[in-house]
């Protein structure tokens, strides 16, 4: 099983249990295939609710020794939409699935010349969740795909082609981040949009802290 940290413990400014939320990271990543020896740990960033919400992903030790994934998130990833400070059991659990599959992915041979987190630009990272988010919907996660399906043409645009290179992520079991990246290039070709639009409530790195 993963051995998993909190940061926070215990929290102050949000009615989340860090006890709670380790079990939760413990199971889901045993539900989506990471390694039983490798270690997470995750800073939750409390002062940051919602609609403030991004997280980044990290992978140390990849190769030789243990294997850590760190992850920083906003609070607002786990807070229940209508009850402020309070952990939102479902939208949590889909929340740590994605990013424990991307970290999966970072894992893989496919994704060894990945762009960081923190650098990606908001196509790739559409790109890759809307991946992810289809995998842990397979998986058995309560995933709402008109929602991701949504969140993927505001940051691609519309249209029959946009869709299609949707329905390719969405749907497949295996990525590399050639994939990824080819799904980008095709998505700009078709955005006729000046300015590409990005999803509400979204952070960058200027806020981590």
Not at 23 to 33: D, F, Y
Not at 50 to 76: F, H, K, M, N, T
Request: charged share 30%; hydrophobic share 40%.
């Amino acid at each position: 099983m993963a051995r998993v940290s909190v940061t926070p413990d215990p929290f102050v400014l949000v009615n989340y249990d860090s006890g709670a939320l380790a079990a939760l990271i413990e199971k889901v990543a045993s539900r989506v295939g990471l390694p039983d020896d490798i270690e997470i740990a995750i800073e939750v960033d409390e002062a940051l609710p919602r609609p403030l919400i991004a997280s980044y992903v990290e992978i140390d030790g990849a190769g030789d020794g243990p294997i850590r994934v760190s992850i920083w998130c906003s609070g607002g990833n786990f807070e229940h939409p209508q009850y402020p400070r309070r952990f939102d059991d479902v939208g949590g659990e889909i929340k740590l699935a994605v990013d424990l599959l991307r970290a999966a992915d970072r894992l893989a041979p496919g994704f060894a010349d990945a762009t960081p987190d923190a650098e990606l630009s908001e196509r790739q990272r559409e790109a890759w969740d809307t991946s992810a988010a289809g995998r842990a919907s397979r998986l058995g996660f309560a995933v709402r795909e008109p929602l991701a399906r949504y969140h993927f043409r505001l940051g691609n645009g519309f249209g029959d082609a946009v869709d299609a290179v949707y329905e390719r992520l969405w749907g497949a079991d295996e990525i590399t981040w050639a994939e990824i990246e080819t799904a980008c290039v095709e998505t700009a070709a078709s955005d006729e949009r000046p300015t590409p639009k990005v999803r509400p409530g979204t952070v960058g790195t200027t806020l981590r802290r």
